[in-house]
């Protein structure tokens, strides 16, 4: 090398020191950048996947308080079924007292009225299909006027809220 060439690269070198610590401060900031990025981007996920988890612990909590709910329904529906029962049997005593036979009426329609509010419903029974998931059969019998596996007879009515059954209903089935 000549002097001048040295001359030369000494000047390079003189002005690369600046343009060294100008790349280094660029190359931090890029590194920085991609840290923080990085950072934010996982935040962001934990964020989701906390949101995501809140959703399904309320939408579980809900199912739990519904589920709590048709069950107590269900359990103080059961206790008061014999006494609904007793009111259809006074309903269909003969009675010369129309006003006592309508107020025993009354009563029958507000407790089937409050049944019906809390979502209860009558399992039919009469003419239906035997289902075991809502009847109970006790019998067969002959029966010319209803196919055989349909309900002939109704002993007990049967009552349910959605899908569970409260009280099953008791039937007899047609052979």
């Known amino acids: 090398m000549t002097n001048e060439e040295i001359e030369k690269n000494e000047d390079i070198s003189e002005e690369n020191p600046a343009e060294e610590t ?3 401060e660029e190359m931090t900031e890029a590194c920085e950048a991609d840290k923080v990025a990085e950072e934010l981007s996982a935040v962001k996920e934990q964020l989701v996947r906390t949101m995501a988890e809140y959703d399904n612990f309320r939408k579980r909590s809900q199912r739990e308080k519904d589920a709590l709910r048709t069950d ?3 359990n103080v529906t059961s206790k008061f079924l014999p006494v609904m029962d007793n009111l259809e049997r006074a309903l269909s005593a003969e009675c010369t007292d129309e ?7 009354m009563i029958y329609d ?4 409050t049944l019906k509010n809390f979502g209860v419903e009558e399992i039919e029974s ?7 998931n809502l009847h109970q059969a006790v019998q067969k019998i002959p029966a010319e006027d209803v196919e055989s596996g349909k309900v002939a007879k109704t002993f007990a009515k049967g009552y349910k809220i959605g899908d569970k059954v409260i009280r099953f209903a008791v039937v007899a089935v047609a052979e």
């Open 22 to 24: 100008e790349q280094t």
């Open 126 to 132: 009469d003419g239906a299909e035997f289902s075991p």
């Open 72 to 74: 107590i329904i269900v």
């Open 99 to 105: 006003n006592y036979k309508n107020g025993v009426k």
């Open 110 to 113: 507000s407790f089937m009225e």
